[in-house]
């Protein structure tokens, strides 16, 4: 750094610029340190702690030691508090009430469990919102979101960051240097749920100054979004509001609907993060900052709260909606539910944690179905597997009255005797003891795991586009990225999903699903990649419009044919009633959501084609080789993965890579010397191990729901 100073400078001035200089450094490098290493805030021999969720303000104080001595003596490690309690300790403006947390706090130390403190902002008191209705957030209908429930306030208000910024600053002065707070939990599940969206005058304001600076002339903005069609040019930035099919004739802007995903996921992160900035001023270094986010919530990106120093997810499988494997499925949820969830959230910060996991039957689902037994066992060691740092459960106590009514908890009703789901949670807690006797730090990485690590490439954008433009109701974004997840995992490969920060290079396979816009940047990028040796598969959709959903002024995708070996691509789209034919080989395989139909260069492969409609003979799976590595384009989507499963398993013994074939719903997981297997199918599975292995819990025989662990 100071080198950089110019040497023609006055003494005094150069002396000056230095220390300056060698101050900036210092800040970096502290920052730097403190953003990446998350990995210091624990200790690898704990393998992961086990906490639960409290919430004092909900039961008589009589009962808080009887409970926190409970949770002590059943073994958990940590609690959780206060992520909703604003009105506890605001319960009239001004006048605050913090000696009841502190009681709650010094039980947590009195009984050795660490706290887990929140900030409370989900949850506004009335008097708040009666004194400043303009902080609540507007639906798409226009109706203002009322006191009621929870996240109901605008992320994009002055006035609530003024009464957030109070509070968060009272809690981190008064438990930023205590000894049992952990850790800090900014909101909760911040995503507005169901309303997603806030069209509030705060929203609008906050959107045409995001514009403004994102385009800063009102030509650009026009020119982008092709406002000279259908007259929709504007004058200024204030004529433009929020795009809202509620109060439109027809479908908006595409380019506008884009842009506000954009800022919506912007001001969910400013949110966020603008709390982590408050926390960081008064709490002491060794206390971390997270939030709790839900996987696959597409309103708010992960992403953009990098600057947390990890991130967390919750996680509910048993609720009607995912119904898993086979006939009892629905007990346990799909066995790539957890594991997506740990691959997407860990390589962001490098280290992530589960802030709440089911307890057992919950209220909110489509049907609230009992867990097949074993089942909380199995997911919490999934989540160990994917090597989060602890895991919480979501609830201590099951509510009587208010919202939750119905929820387990790790205890029943009478807050005396312990759930099933409870007993699940002691039993891994005493076996976790075990596991952390025989841990061996330092073990490397088993050869096969490091040939067969792949990476699935990922960008907000790419979905949000897809989402507004779909092209057909059976597209579906989600489904698509699992299908190849899925196969992945059928041969045990270990997976991380990344954003275009990361060094390809570390993977040597790299999935780029239905990567919509890019530019000629990251063509490049893939390019060098795969004369270096790596395998990249493409899907379709990929390439089809620069970053800006412009389609090109060239042959449509054209940016990426010359890299995957083709000349021309168009698309079909069949109604749901039609499948169509791909025949790979011998097998014939069904598809009816979207199919790429390719001319392939000379010199390539094609691995798979059409051998029905008017294009029967075409190509929808083309393979090249290009320097030391290869190219795989997969024109076509399928509903049941099977063709996607077959290209990639082509790939990988192409590239002399073996893999497993795992059935439906069994995985092997591997992290930090230890082996896992997990049955989520509704079928007994003999999980193969070589002769070596040492079981260390379990059985290789798995029944439905159950769990081993081996070293080999
Ligand atoms: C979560 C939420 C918790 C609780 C839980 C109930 O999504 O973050 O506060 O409501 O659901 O299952």
């Excluded at 076996?431 to 490439?457: D, F, H, M, N, W």
Aim: charged share 20%; with cysteine; hydrophobic share 35%.
């Amino acid at each position: 750094m100071p080198k950089q100073v110019s040497f023609s400078m006055p003494f005094k001035g150069r002396f000056v610029k230095n220390i300056v200089f060698a101050i900036a450094a210092l800040i970096v490098c502290f920052q730097g340190s403190f953003a990446q290493n998350a990995e210091r805030f624990f200790e690898k021999k704990d393998l992961m702690q086990v906490g639960t969720y409290y919430y004092p303000e909900q039961w008589p104080e009589s009962n808080w030691e009887r409970d926190i001595k409970k949770m002590a003596d059943l073994g958990f490690e940590f609690t959780h508090y206060g992520e909703f309690a604003w009105s506890t300790l605001e319960p009239e403006e001004g006048k605050y009430n913090f000696e009841w947390l502190d009681k709650a706090v010094a039980l947590a130390a009195k009984y050795k469990i660490k706290v887990v403190l929140c900030t409370p902002t989900p949850t506004p008191p009335a008097w708040l919102t009666q004194k400043h209705p303009d902080i609540l957030m507007v639906n798409a209908e226009g109706r203002t979101i009322k006191h009621g429930a929870r996240q109901h306030a605008s992320w994009s208000s002055k006035t609530y960051e003024g009464y957030i910024d109070k509070i968060v600053t009272l809690l981190a002065k008064r438990y930023g240097n205590n000894e049992t707070v952990w850790g800090w939990q900014i909101d909760n599940e911040p995503s507005h749920y169901g309303a997603s969206f806030d069209y509030s005058e705060n929203a609008q304001q906050a959107y045409s100054a995001w514009l403004k600076n994102k385009y800063k002339s009102i030509d650009t903005l026009n020119k982008v979004w092709g406002n000279a069609f259908w007259s929709q040019t504007y004058n200024n930035f204030e004529q433009i509001r929020i795009p809202n099919a509620k109060e439109l004739v027809q479908q908006a802007n595409p380019h506008s609907i884009l842009d506000f995903k954009r800022f919506n996921a912007d001001e969910a992160a400013r949110f966020v993060l603008l709390q982590k900035d408050i926390l960081r001023k008064y709490i002491k270094p060794s206390q971390w900052v997270t939030t709790n986010l839900m996987p696959h919530h597409s309103a708010v990106d992960p992403l953009r709260m990098k600057a947390l120093d990890f991130q967390t997810y919750t996680k509910y499988l048993a609720e009607g909606y995912d119904l898993g494997h086979g006939e009892q499925g629905f007990r346990m949820g799909s066995a790539h539910s957890i594991g997506y969830s740990n691959d997407f959230f860990r390589p962001i910060n490098g280290v992530s944690g589960v802030m709440e996991l089911q307890p057992g039957q919950v209220n909110w689902g489509l049907f609230n179905p009992q867990t097949m037994p074993g089942t909380v066992r199995m997911w919490m060691y999934h989540v160990m597997a994917g090597g989060n740092k602890f895991v919480c459960n979501y609830r201590f106590r099951q509510p009587l009255s208010g919202g939750e009514q119905y929820h387990y908890g790790i205890m029943k009703t009478d807050g005396i005797s312990v759930s099933r789901s409870g007993d699940e949670y002691v039993k891994v807690i005493n076996e976790l003891k075990q596991l952390r006797k025989v841990y061996q730090a330092g073990t490397a990485t088993p050869s096969i795991l490091a040939k067969r690590k792949s990476a699935i490439l990922y960008n907000p954008d790419n979905r949000w586009e897809m989402e507004n433009q779909p092209q057909s109701n059976q597209w579906d974004y989600v489904a698509h990225v699992n299908r190849y997840y899925k196969a992945l995992k059928s041969f045990g490969a270990p997976v991380d999903v990344i954003d275009e920060s990361h060094d390809f290079s570390a993977y040597p396979f790299l999935i780029a699903p239905a990567y919509q816009l890019l530019d000629r940047n990251l063509v490049a990028r893939w390019k060098t990649y795969v004369e270096n040796g790596g395998n990249l598969v493409l899907t379709c959709r990929t390439g089809q419009k620069d970053r800006e959903a412009h389609l090109w002024e060239e042959l449509f995708q054209n940016p990426i044919l010359e890299l995957i070996g083709a000349s021309e691509i168009y698309f079909d789209l069949l109604p749901a009633t039609l499948m169509g034919k791909v025949k790979m080989g011998e097998i014939s395989y069904n598809w009816n959501n979207w199919g790429d139909v390719i001319q392939p260069n000379s010199g390539s492969s094609v691995w798979a084609s059409y051998t029905d409609q008017f294009y029967k003979g075409k190509a929808a799976v083309l393979h090249r080789k290009l320097g030391k590595g290869t190219v795989t384009y997969v024109g076509t989507d399928t509903d049941d993965g099977q063709l996607e499963n077959k290209v990639l398993k082509k790939v990988f013994t192409g590239a002399n890579v073996p893999t497993l074939s795992l059935p439906e719903g069994v995985l092997v997981e591997y992290n930090d010397g230890f082996w896992y297997g997990f049955n989520y199918s509704s079928k007994t599975h003999v999980m193969p191990m070589p002769a070596i292995a040492k079981v260390l819990i379990g059985d290789k025989t798995l029944k439905s729901a159950e769990v081993v662990i081996w070293k080999e």
